[in-house]
């Protein structure tokens, strides 16, 4: 009991978790212009490192602003053709002396190269994205008309203002749920629909539970 027994050493190895997003996670000033972030478990007292087996790394893609003219290293690469893998109709030059992309390129990323299946998926995914960002701007966009009409149906300042604030808080909120309703029917697990809305998890489950 003194010595730290072997048996106990169950050699666990790390867990990688790779979230890839087009809004920030990380809003600081030292984070703007830093589009991979590896997080790992951390101990507060001491701010030290506790363990190294769980590890997230944020891929922002909305921080991943080079041109093609600028990309020079494989993390260039990567993060270009992450960002620009639906609409990218050549490599960039620097890219075509790399046979991964070159590969990845006419495998996965060229429309014309899809068979029947993933051209099926390949237009689902892209109504998929189109619908929840209709959600969102139509879902705002009503709810801030509406409060800015009960704020003229009052004829004072002080009622504009209130429904203003009410319609748009409303509008957020609704476009939230369907945001929400969205990742659901795609697959997207709870705890990741919780990390692109920052809510916790249990909120999401609220907004599930309430459908």
């Not at 701010?47 to 020079?72: R, Y």
């Not at 509008?171 to 920052?198: H, P, Q, R, W, Y």
Request: proline residues 3%; aromatic residues 8%.
């Amino acid at each position: 009991k003194d010595e730290p027994s072997e048996k106990w050493d169950y050699k666990l190895n790390p867990v990688y978790e790779i979230i890839i997003t087009d809004a920030p996670v990380f809003h600081d000033e030292e984070s703007k212009d830093v589009p991979v972030e590896w997080v790992q478990l951390m101990r507060l007292h001491g701010n030290v490192p506790f363990s190294d087996k769980v590890n997230l790394i944020f891929v922002d893609l909305s921080k991943a602003n080079k041109t093609a003219e600028d990309l020079k290293t494989v993390l260039d690469f990567w993060l270009y053709t992450f960002k620009h893998a639906g609409h990218l109709l050549a490599l960039p030059e620097q890219m075509m002396n790399n046979s991964t992309f070159v590969k990845l390129y006419n495998k996965l990323l060229r429309v014309d190269n899809l068979n029947q299946k993933d051209m099926k998926a390949y237009k689902k995914s892209v109504l998929d994205l189109e619908t929840m960002r209709t959600y969102l701007d139509d879902g705002q966009e009503r709810a801030e008309a509406r409060g800015i009409a009960i704020g003229e149906a009052r004829g004072v300042a002080i009622g504009e203002a209130i429904g203003e604030a009410r319609g748009e808080s409303r509008g957020e909120a609704n476009a939230l749920t369907a945001f929400v309703f969205s990742c659901a029917a795609m697959g997207i697990s709870i705890k990741d629909i919780a990390i692109l809305t920052k809510l916790s998890v249990e909120q999401v489950k609220a907004i599930l539970q309430n459908r």
